[in-house]
């Protein structure tokens, strides 16, 4: 076996590190946010010092990650269960239903407009040439199997591909079973079910503190993370976009820091800042994980436990969001790539079609529910549906991967603001939590892992 002395420096260097961390909490008792940050510094410095030799140290992100995605179906069947058979009143289910869907997709649109309002002016795209650019183009669900993908069959199925919303269709379908059950008589009788609901309540909260003690080592996980994005990353190949990479991340910042905070200021009557302080630990794991569905468990326990949401609406507009009303993937990028493409064809686009490219979006955001790579999906329907050549999705993809950090965060603080936001409307955001002064990051994270 042949030891890559560059990689085992570098997975020194990464020890040295969580040992940095691991201080830094228990001696000085730095929170979890603040650790996280500093995380992402020292993950930026491993993986400038040593490149490609990420191979030792990335198993510590890889073995975070996928721990991480494997609490997502259990968490969700157990909490969107829980949350239903709470509810119960299906009226008052279907109002955060509806208000859910609306919040969800109206972050697409955002996302979409302020990209064109961006971009054009810019001309995005303008001088580069697409000859000689081959890719083969993913193949983008119909109308009948996005419909019919909507709906469970296989429940391991759907927990190997990520697709939530089967698995939370599921889960309703059973919680409602339940209510019937719960309210009705049989030989005078009611039903008990009772030991099924303590069951399902006894998981969600084990569930929950396995999230919060797993979401602990999320420092240590950034470190692995950021160095290994940091390091594969080729300079050479990146130089040529490194403009449309600046275009990408300044409408990313506005619709994260921008649009969706002033939505929890004017729809929700919220502390934007505070929002963004206790979402702070989601959007961190996403920028590093890459996963808006793997980092679903952190996303619900920073609404419940920094921001006071109420768990039942959490866990049901946090899971929807994971696959509907993508900011990122569904709205920024792949209006990024068609106007790129655009600009590149020289094509001349009239206000009509455009509005059309905005209508197109959020109908391909939501007929692409659930299915595996988003933002490719959503691109190359976009390019398809306008007659653009999907070739162009080749020609960015340098910097797919690069944006994909910035997309995730900004998809899982959009699904966190409509949360929040139906939340408020329904008087389910609990003030005493939402006004604390503690510092950002997974309240019992911090004291959850000795790690």
């Known amino acids: 076996m042949q030891i890559d002395i560059t990689a085992l420096w570098a997975l020194v260097a990464t020890i040295v590190a969580f040992a940095l961390l691991a201080t830094l909490k228990r001696k000085f008792k730095v929170g979890f946010g603040v650790r996280t940050l500093i995380a992402t510094g020292l993950g930026i410095v491993i993986g400038v010092a040593f490149g490609q030799g990420f191979s030792y140290y990335a198993i510590f992100g890889t073995i975070y990650a996928n721990v991480i995605s494997a609490l997502v179906v259990p968490l969700l069947l157990f909490s969107i269960i829980s949350s239903v058979t709470n509810l119960a009143d299906l009226v008052h289910l279907k109002g955060i239903g509806v208000k859910s869907v609306v919040f969800l997709v109206l972050n697409t649109l955002t996302a979409t407009l302020l990209t064109l309002a961006i971009a054009l002016p810019l001309g995005v795209g303008t001088g580069f040439s697409l000859d000689g650019v081959t890719y083969e183009a993913k193949e983008v669900p119909t109308v009948t199997d996005t419909i019919v993908g909507l709906f469970p069959q296989n429940l391991a199925a759907a927990w190997t591909s990520n697709a939530v919303v089967p698995i939370i269709v599921f889960a309703i379908i059973v919680a409602l079973a339940y209510n019937r059950l719960a309210s009705e008589r049989q030989d005078g009788e009611k039903v008990d079910v009772r030991p099924f609901k303590a069951f399902i309540d006894a998981g969600n909260k084990v569930l929950g503190e396995t999230v919060s003690r797993v979401v602990g080592f999320t420092p240590y996980a950034v470190v692995a993370l950021i160095g290994r994005a940091v390091g594969r990353a080729d300079v050479t190949q990146l130089v040529p976009l490194l403009g449309v990479l600046a275009v990408a991340y300044v409408v990313l910042a506005i619709q994260f820091f921008g649009v969706e905070s002033a939505f929890v200021a004017w729809v929700g009557h919220l502390s934007p800042v505070r929002f963004l302080k206790g979402m702070a630990p989601a959007a961190v794991t996403a920028f590093t994980t890459q996963s808006s569905i793997g980092t679903l468990p952190v996303t619900i326990r920073s609404l419940t436990q920094n921001l006071g949401v109420d768990e039942d609406v959490a866990s049901f507009t946090a899971g929807l969001g994971a696959n509907l009303g993508m900011p990122g993937c569904a709205g920024m990028w792949p209006t990024l790539v068609a106007v790129f493409a655009i600009n590149a064809l020289g094509i001349p686009f009239t206000p009509v079609q455009y509005g059309f490219l905005v209508l197109l979006t ?37 910097i797919s991967s690069i944006v994909d950090m910035g997309r995730t965060a900004t998809n899982v603080l959009g699904a966190a603001e409509a949360s929040l936001i139906v939340a408020a409307g329904e008087g389910l955001v609990d003030r005493s939590v939402y006004d604390g002064e503690d510092s950002f990051g997974l309240k019992n994270t911090s004291q959850a892992s000795a790690a």
């Open 362 to 398: 959020l109908v391909v955001s939501i007929g692409t529910v659930g299915v595996p790579g988003t933002a490719t999906i959503t691109a190359t329907a976009l390019l398809a549906a306008l007659g653009l050549p999907v070739e162009t999705i080749a020609l960015v993809a340098p």
